[in-house]
């Protein structure tokens, strides 16, 4: 059986930035011995979460729950007030927002000024979204599908973003029919370029190979993203699996190829162990 991995997989550069941002608190920490937390889980991977709780970081849901030392904000970003509360909390902040997600937040905030109504395309639970609300004074609309688009009144203003990790054919999809909800419309393609090289590379792949393996975390946006991807390619054969562990060993038999391609979040070390365990079989 040949394993064929996915020219761009795993960690992306805002999640790797992140992570060597809370290491790097943790050894700078050693003599100040002040307490690290992450507002949320800093990635969207329970085994990489666990191995940094391990060194002493803990997760926090909100800025309520601490007192003093050291918040580090992921790479998801979060609204505006987070930034008040901490400063008023006299809170250390490590601000790990990855910059493609600033970059957003930075638009809704001069377009909102501008007068503009924003929409973002994406998913109104997921973190980043929300943050991003936070800096429009949370009036957004957010929309994930076309049906979200018809509660939307005709607009004099609209501006439009989108969430890092959606795929570009949602994108250009639901702004085509958004245009014809506004008279001005400004529109902003934000899809960061990791998820735009993963999401090309996977589909790539998937036409290539028999099987696909998609490794990543269950509730990682951009993980789900990809299987979404390549089950379009593999429908029957595209498998998502979060460890080498659950691996769909006996459905492998009798295929040739197996591509495997991992969401941002994923850690080379479980992408390896996934690629060993089939080369064993
Ligand atoms: Fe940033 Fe894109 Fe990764 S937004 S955190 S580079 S998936």
Do not use: M, Q, R, W
């Given at each position: 059986m040949k394993v064929i991995v996915a020219n761009h997989s795993g960690f992306c550069f805002g999640v790797e930035k992140a992570i060597h941002t809370a290491f790097d608190e943790v050894n700078n920490n050693s003599n100040i011995k002040r307490d690290i937390y992450t507002?949320?889980?800093?990635?969207?991977n329970q085994q990489a979460v666990n191995k940094l709780e391990n060194d002493g970081i803990k997760v926090i849901?909100?800025?309520?729950?601490?007192?003093d030392g050291t918040v580090i904000i992921r790479s998801h970003g979060v609204s505006k007030n987070i930034y008040d509360i901490a400063y008023e909390k006299k809170i250390n902040l490590v601000d790990a927002t990855c910059p493609f997600v600033r970059k957003i937040q930075n638009i809704v905030k001069e377009y909102k000024e501008k007068g503009y109504n924003i929409v973002i395309i994406g998913n109104p639970d997921h973190p980043e979204v929300v943050g991003i609300n936070g800096w429009c004074n949370n009036e957004a609309y957010v929309v994930k599908t076309e049906d979200d688009i018809e509660?939307?009144?005709?607009?004099?203003k609209m501006c439009i973003v989108v969430q890092t990790t959606m795929s570009t054919s949602l994108y250009l999809k639901l702004t085509d029919i958004l245009?014809?909800?506004?008279i001005d419309v400004v529109k902003f393609n934000t899809i960061c370029s990791a998820t735009r090289d993963r999401q090309e590379s996977a589909r790539d792949l998937a036409k290539e190979v028999d099987v696909m393996i998609v490794v990543g975390g269950y509730h990682s946006s951009n993980t789900q993203k990809l299987v979404e991807i390549c089950k379009e390619e593999k429908p029957n054969t595209t498998f998502h699996i979060e460890?080498?562990?659950?691996?769909p060993i006996n459905l492998l038999?009798?295929?040739e190829t197996v591509g495997v391609t991992a969401g941002a979040s994923t850690p080379k070390w479980i992408i390896d162990e996934v690629i060993e365990k089939i080369n064993s079989l």
């Open positions: 507002l949320g889980p800093l990635i969207h849901g909100h800025l309520n729950e601490v007192s509660k939307i009144p005709f607009l004099d245009e014809k909800k506004a460890t080498a562990s659950e691996l038999g009798g295929y």
